[in-house]
């Protein structure tokens, strides 16, 4: 009785280590008998004593391998030490146990064989501008050679690029040179658009006295216009009150019927003014010399009346 109990408890103990949970993003590889038999997933699995063997454990998530420096000899026969960073993913857990011994030690001679030959045809300065094409080649490189493996490879990434150290030196002084140089012409620049602003400002300058003296003298000639215009006005007007003072004389002595001697003498002194001390010989119409002798006598006769 004893030995059945403990037989039981034996076949349970078993049982119980033959239940396999596999967690998230894992997968266990089963090989029956020495031969592959299954890949489990995610979930709750029995296996099969004696018979059934998880022989590898791989795990589904993404990993990160960070390989030392390699040596690497550019186009020019410069040697660099390169170190990179492969980020890649297990796509196939059954490829992968079986695709090929030692996968990582695999993955990094690919990488370092495949630096080579991409760094090999560039040199010195473009393969120290140029890592975006080279981490695009070397990712396609080993996506394709790692695709039988069940391994993806999402990127990679060349972390540093260690010239030799007289190569650092001749970088060092010729970036030295060229902040140098920059500098030299930043300040020129600066100083030509400096002289640029001050000559711009001198032209505007001459430019704004140009208009100014400009308006000044529109504005001077339209005052001397305005004055010339009031000038003619006040004239003309003065000539207006001389006509019609001139033309009511001429009306009041038309209507006070004036004679003939009247008008006549009104003629002389016409004449009188016309002449106004100036005139050296003035021509008189014979109706006014006979008007003239006539006042001449009247004047003697009124002379003679006086003297008596």
């Known amino acids: 009785m004893g030995l059945l109990v403990g037989f039981l408890v034996l076949i349970i103990i078993v049982l119980i280590a033959n239940i396999k949970i ?3 993003a894992h997968a266990y590889i089963v090989e029956r008998l020495g031969a592959f038999h299954a890949s489990w997933g995610v979930g709750l699995h029995f296996k099969v004593p004696v018979v059934e063997k998880v022989v ?4 589904l998530k993404e990993q990160v391998v960070d390989f030392p420096p390699q040596p690497v000899i550019t186009k020019d026969n410069v040697t660099m030490q390169i170190d990179t960073v492969v980020y890649f ?6 490829l992968y146990t079986y695709g090929v011994e030692l996968p990582m030690s695999a993955i ?11 760094i090999g045809d560039m040199e010195l300065d473009e393969s120290l501008t140029s890592r975006d094409v080279i981490n695009t080649k070397m990712r396609a490189i080993l996506d394709e050679a790692t695709d039988p493996w069940g391994i993806k490879i999402n990127r990679v990434e060349l972390k540093n690029i260690i010239p030799p150290a007289g190569i650092r030196e001749a970088m060092e002084k010729q970036m030295k040179a060229e902040r140098e140089r920059r500098e030299s012409i930043l300040r020129a620049e ?7 602003l001050v000559a711009e400002g001198k032209k505007e300058s001459r430019i704004l006295e140009a208009e100014a003296e400009k308006q000044s003298q529109i504005l001077k000639a339209e005052a001397e216009k305005e004055a010339a215009i009031r000038i003619a006005e006040g004239e003309a007007q003065a000539i207006r009150e ?8 001429l009306k009041m002595l038309n209507e006070a019927s004036p004679s ?7 003629g002389m002194e016409a004449f009188a003014k016309a002449a106004d001390g100036k005139a050296t010989k003035i021509i008189v119409p014979s109706e006014l010399q006979g008007l003239a002798g006539l006042a001449t006598s009247i004047k003697e006769i009124v002379t003679d009346n006086d003297n008596k």
């Not at 993913?89 to 059954?94: F, G």
Request: charged share 30%; no cysteine; aromatic share 0%.
């Open 89 to 94: 993913q297990i796509t196939d857990p059954r």
């Open 190 to 196: 600066g100083e030509k658009k400096s002289a640029v």
């Open 56 to 59: 590898k454990k791989v795990s």
């Open 260 to 266: 003939d001697a009247v008008l006549a003498i009104k």
């Open 242 to 249: 001389v006509q019609k003072a001139t033309a009511e004389g």
């Open 22 to 24: 596999v967690p998230q």
């Open 108 to 118: 990094e001679n690919l990488t370092a064989t495949t630096l080579r030959n991409i």
